[in-house]
């Protein structure tokens, strides 16, 4: 015993400083990379990135901290005892007092390493008083692991979301390059023009709002929910939208780059995309909370981002058709048709409320991966948490299917449709531009 409780007193030197040395090692790695990366963003002129990049190093800052903050209250927390029936109650698994192989089992060796950070006077403490510990030192550790393993697997979704997002929305530049073109051969004739607009949003009635069985709800928003697996944004779309937004917003400049517009606004949004809010931790302590052994939370919870991510995608789409049906009804004998943005296609009038459903969805998606992973590499499969094979292929598969549909489909559907709402987005202008109005205003 006197090896299993041996405090760094009694721990040679070499070791102390070998193990100092790789933690060091690794995290100056860590943050030599992000730094590089951050300087990278910064030559490129991509402020809102970087913005983004720092937003999640506090994250991670905070993650670290709560962690810490564990590390530092860990005897205290320890040594408060509890009546062992109150600690009966909302289990995530039934005790296997008579079981030698039950998940007492699987973390009993690692019990013997925790014992290296700190006697576990807590326990005996409260044993002498025929209580528990409110939280054992071993459980403790575990609130460690599974920190670091949601903070891992935020920043790979966070990432993956980016570029998933990005590499779609600049497929669409082909389409910005060909309607640019289109405009400055017509420039010269504004009639001409006038035409070029009115066969884009004539093409773009054609595919959502033609034929009078399209007017009736049900079917419109079953194509709506459909479209968005397979493409959700076409190029009548692009340019209809694209044309709509120059026309209302800036009338006077037919060459304005949108594509460049949605690619700073998807930056800029991404800020939040990769923050951890209030409200996402809320759903952390209320998902612990409903763990509870029978339940089956943690296989149920897992379709809830899958049904709010076809729901966004399906209001989206459904948005697109409801401007093509104004294109159609808005139109006088002696105007050209034209979309014309609002908020009043959106939930509430408010389009950022799509972009916190889609900040939501995501993170409980990198959240419920996150734990799964935990449960994985600190109980293993035969957790009664992992419960049956099917349950955990099926979660799996829905993480995956969830990433990709979001990254790919919804993120870039999102930043394209919300343009049409009534007001401009943030990356309007550039930083320096938006510096400048800024003092300008205050003058």
Same mark, same amino acid.
């Given at each position: 015993m006197a090896e299993e409780s041996r405090s760094? /007193?009694?721990t040679p030197t070499w070791v102390v400083a070998a193990v100092c040395s790789v933690i060091v090692l690794i995290s100056l790695i860590v943050e030599r990379a992000l730094h590089r990366v951050g300087k990278l963003l910064l030559r490129r002129e991509l402020e809102a990135l970087f913005e983004a990049l720092q937003k999640l190093k506090e994250e991670l800052m905070l993650l670290g901290f709560i962690s810490l903050l564990l590390t530092v209250f860990q005897t205290l927390i320890s040594q408060i005892c509890?009546? %062992?029936? $109150?600690?009966s109650h909302m289990l995530p698994c039934k005790p296997e007092n008579n079981s030698s192989n039950g998940p007492e089992t699987s973390t009993h060796s690692t019990t013997i390493g925790r014992r290296l950070l700190s006697g576990d006077t807590g326990s005996q403490k409260?044993? =002498? /008083?025929? #209580? $528990?510990?409110?939280?054992? @030192? %071993?459980?403790? *550790?575990?609130? =460690? @692991? !599974? @920190? !670091?393993v949601l903070a891992v697997v935020h920043v790979i979704f966070c990432v993956t979301t980016m570029l998933l997002g990005g590499a779609r929305i600049r497929q669409w530049k082909k389409w910005e390059d060909a309607i640019q073109k289109e405009i400055s051969k017509a420039e010269s004739d504004p009639a001409t $023009?006038?035409? $070029?607009?009115? *066969?884009? *949003? +004539? /093409?773009? !009635?054609?595919? =959502?709002a033609a034929g009078h069985w399209r007017k009736c709800a049900p079917i419109s928003w079953t194509v709506s929910f459909f479209k968005q697996f397979y493409g959700s944004v076409t190029k009548s779309d692009y340019i209809a939208l694209r044309l709509g937004f120059i026309a209302t917003h800036c009338p006077s400049n037919r060459t304005f780059d949108f594509h460049k517009y949605m690619m700073r606004t998807l930056e800029v949004e991404f800020k939040i995309v990769v923050g951890i809010s209030w409200y996402l931790? @809320? !759903?952390?302590?209320?998902?612990?909370?409903?763990?509870i052994q029978g339940w089956h939370t943690y296989f149920w919870l897992a379709f809830?981002? +899958?049904?709010? +991510?076809? #729901?966004v995608g399906t209001k989206l789409e459904h948005i697109i058709t409801s401007l093509a049906e104004e294109v159609a009804e808005?139109?006088?004998?002696h105007e050209a048709p034209q979309v014309r943005p609002s908020d009043k296609h959106f939930w509430f009038n408010n389009p950022k409320l799509v972009l916190y459903l889609i900040h939501f969805i995501l993170f409980q998606n990198s959240f419920e991966i996150a734990f799964f992973f935990w449960i994985w590499t600190t109980y293993g499969f035969d957790s009664c948490i992992m419960e049956k094979l099917g349950y955990i292929i099926t979660r799996l598969l829905m993480g995956v299917l969830v990433q990709v549909l979001c990254s790919y489909s919804t993120l870039p559907l999102y930043a394209l449709v919300t343009q049409m709402g009534s007001a401009f987005k943030k990356g309007m202008f550039k930083r320096h531009m938006e510096d400048l109005l800024k003092q300008l205003g205050k003058k």
């Open positions: 760094l /007193e009694y509890i009546p %062992e029936d $109150v600690a409260c044993s =002498h /008083e025929g #209580m $528990v510990p409110l939280l054992s @030192i %071993e459980a403790l *550790h575990q609130l =460690h @692991i !599974f @920190i !670091f $023009v006038s035409r $070029v607009h009115a *066969h884009h *949003h +004539l /093409e773009f !009635f054609r595919q =959502h931790w @809320i !759903f952390v302590v209320v998902f612990l909370l409903l763990n809830l981002p +899958l049904i709010l +991510l076809l #729901m808005g139109t006088g004998d």
